[in-house]
């Protein structure tokens, strides 16, 4: 019998198209978009790849909104466990998620199936950009899915919170933030999505789009690897904390340190945006 093939962190449009019709492939819509939230779906509607499902980040990879969590709370792990299974995703699954092209929020559902136990998850590299330049197949029927069965085990030790981060900050005890904002929003000069400008102090930056190209593809791994370890060693004691506005781009430095051969970070759900809900705690900026 072949060995099947497993991808855990990326996949190229070419082996993407090999497993096209293999039913134990289950493929994932994620494309969103902040302003315009209903425009994924719409857009899966119009088009999508072969086979795939659609993942809604504000329905589906998110749960509700708190007076104290951030924009994208993790949603009730049955609540997500019975999408999967609405899905056809089972624990045996390779599963590929993709969205517009960079990888955003198709690197969310990726840690998420990850903080589930799955490791065969893997997201497209350059996103649906990449399939249709490949020449993949794109049609805007809504298959039947057959219903699977799915064991969560979340894991969530992969998670920081914020009062595991004000305890450290407080403490002085090493905490190494790493946050995917691009600079200017880590810097505190703007700030077009949540009502508080700034950054947690002791944080340093990262933009997510750095573990891309110019064309749009993720880089190599020891690109990757070196990206990193001008932050990190990967060697520590103290695995890096990621984060974003809503701890959604964060997962992208979470796949790029996979794909680099790290340890994973661990990841802050709630971000910037849950931080800033309370006003005692201290913000940085400059």
């Known amino acids: 019998m072949k060995k099947q093939s497993s991808y855990t962190d990326l996949i190229g449009a070419r082996e993407l198209n090999a ?30 790849i072969h086979g795939a499902v659609f993942a809604d980040l504000d329905k589906d990879l998110a749960g509700t909104v708190g007076p104290q969590s951030g924009r994208h709370p993790l949603p009730d792990v049955e609540a997500f466990r019975q999408m999967l299974c609405a899905w056809g995703i089972a624990n045996d699954s390779q599963v590929v998620a993709y969205d517009q092209g960079g990888g955003a929020s198709a690197s969310r559902f990726w840690w998420m199936l990850r903080w589930l136990g799955h490791e065969r998850v893997a997201v497209l590299d350059g996103g649906l950009g990449a399939w249709e330049a490949f020449g993949g197949e794109i049609d805007a029927d809504e ?14 030790t992969m998670v920081a919170t914020t009062q595991e981060i004000e305890a450290k900050l407080a403490a002085g005890e090493p905490c190494l933030l790493v946050d995917a904002r691009d600079e200017r929003r880590f810097r505190g000069e703007v700030e077009p999505i949540d009502p508080v400008a700034g950054r947690i102090p002791g944080s340093v930056n990262l933009p997510f789009q750095k573990n891309l190209d110019a064309s749009g593809l993720w880089r190599s ?13 990967g060697g520590d004691a103290e695995l890096p904390i990621t984060l974003c506005g809503s701890g959604v781009t964060a997962c992208h430095l979470i796949l790029a340190a996979k794909r680099a051969g790290l340890p994973l970070p661990r990841l802050y759900v709630g971000s910037w945006s849950e931080w800033i809900r309370d006003p005692n705690r201290p913000i940085a900026r400059g």
């Open 19 to 48: 497993l096209l019709h293999d039913p134990s492939c289950r493929i994932v819509d994620c494309r969103f978009e902040l302003a315009d939230p209903a425009r994924g779906r719409a857009l899966y509607r119009a088009g999508h």
């Open 143 to 156: 298959l039947p899915v057959a219903r699977s069965e799915y064991i969560a085990r979340p894991n969530d």
């Open 221 to 233: 791994s020891e690109e990757l690897r070196e990206i990193w370890r001008s932050h990190w060693q």
